[in-house]
């Protein structure tokens, strides 16, 4: 398999998991080099389960193209991806959508955007909305819930293109 091959598979399945994000790839061919950007940077510098993925990929990158590199950036980096050969986004990237993927542990009920409520006022919250709708309605009036599916959105992939050099 080609390293572009191998890296748009990866891309496909980064925003298939993280559909929040979109990514851009650029290829250095003089030095071997392969660059992704990463949007929005949040979830480039904050967010654990991203982190993990990235740094599988790097070492499985290393370990089937040792003589190739790949450098994952963000918005804010010194590296810019400017002339992309491959762009795609998850199903949700850029828009104002809440997921909602809930845990009941013990005493509480964590939500993954970051709100942990105590059991008791979840049970006045119930007492006072009579759905999940109306709670999350309250809770942010342009939030929408949306399913997450597992199809990337391609927004440009260039053709080959091959170049040769005489001095």
Do not use: H
């Not at 190739?68 to 002339?83: A, K, P, R, T």
């Not at 009920?109 to 709670?135: A, G």
């Amino acid at each position: 398999m080609k390293v572009k091959d191998y890296i748009i598979e990866k891309l496909n399945e980064l925003v298939t998991l993280f559909p929040l994000i979109k990514v851009s790839y650029q290829i250095d061919d003089c030095a071997n080099s392969n660059y992704i950007k990463v949007e929005p940077k949040e979830e480039f510098n904050i967010n654990p389960d991203y982190r993990k993925f990235e740094t599988n990929f790097i070492i499985e990158f290393i370990s089937q193209f040792p003589y190739d590199e790949v450098v994952f950036v963000s918005d804010d980096s010194l590296i810019e991806v400017q002339n992309p050969v491959y762009e795609v986004e998850g199903k949700l990237f850029g828009q104002n959508t809440l997921i909602w993927n809930s845990k009941i542990w013990e005493n509480s009920f964590e939500f993954d955007f970051n709100l942990t409520l105590n059991k008791t006022v979840i049970e006045e919250v119930m007492k006072n909305y009579n759905s999940l709708p109306d709670i999350l309605e309250s809770i942010n009036e342009e939030c929408s819930i949306q399913p997450i599916s597992e199809e990337p959105v391609v927004i440009k992939q260039a053709g080959e293109s091959q170049y040769a050099l005489a001095a």
